[in-house]
């Protein structure tokens, strides 16, 4: 299917429409409504040009988060790994509380492990907490 339309390929979520018109074998007879990989239903859907987005995006998380410099970005690495390892044999993209888990997981622990102060609250700090402003 992928190397019949391979730059753009058939659309996001439109793949298994196109596989049970045209691909489906006699003898396959469940009808399922998404492949059972997020990797295939993402090349299917978007083409070479999506799937090497995909793959570049994972690539570069895991990347990034390759030293385990404390605790929360090992456990970003190993969240990143597990939901490829499952996308690998189930379909998690479009799956809602999968992919929001995902990105509330991913999220608070970025936000762990890079703890930046904010520029305004140190602005905050320094005007009216440091300088004890509010003394009479």
């Given at each position: 299917m992928v190397l019949d339309r391979p730059l753009i390929g058939y659309g996001i979520n439109q793949g298994h429409q196109i596989y049970l018109n045209q691909y489906r074998s006699k003898a396959e007879t469940q009808g399922l409504p998404h492949f059972h990989s997020s990797h295939v239903e993402v090349a299917v859907g978007t083409g070479f040009i999506g799937f090497i987005g995909y793959i570049f995006f994972w690539c570069f998380m895991f990347w990034k988060h390759r030293?385990?410099?404390?605790t929360y970005i090992m456990m970003i690495f190993c969240v990143c790994f597990a939901f490829n390892v499952v996308g690998s044999f189930d379909y998690t993209i479009d799956l809602f509380a999968s992919f929001t888990t995902l990105w509330f997981v991913l999220g608070s622990l970025v936000r762990l492990a890079y703890p930046?102060?904010?520029?305004?609250i140190k602005q905050f700090k320094q005007k009216y907490v440091d300088n004890k402003a509010f003394e009479s």
């Open positions: 030293k385990f410099e404390n930046k102060e904010d520029a305004s």
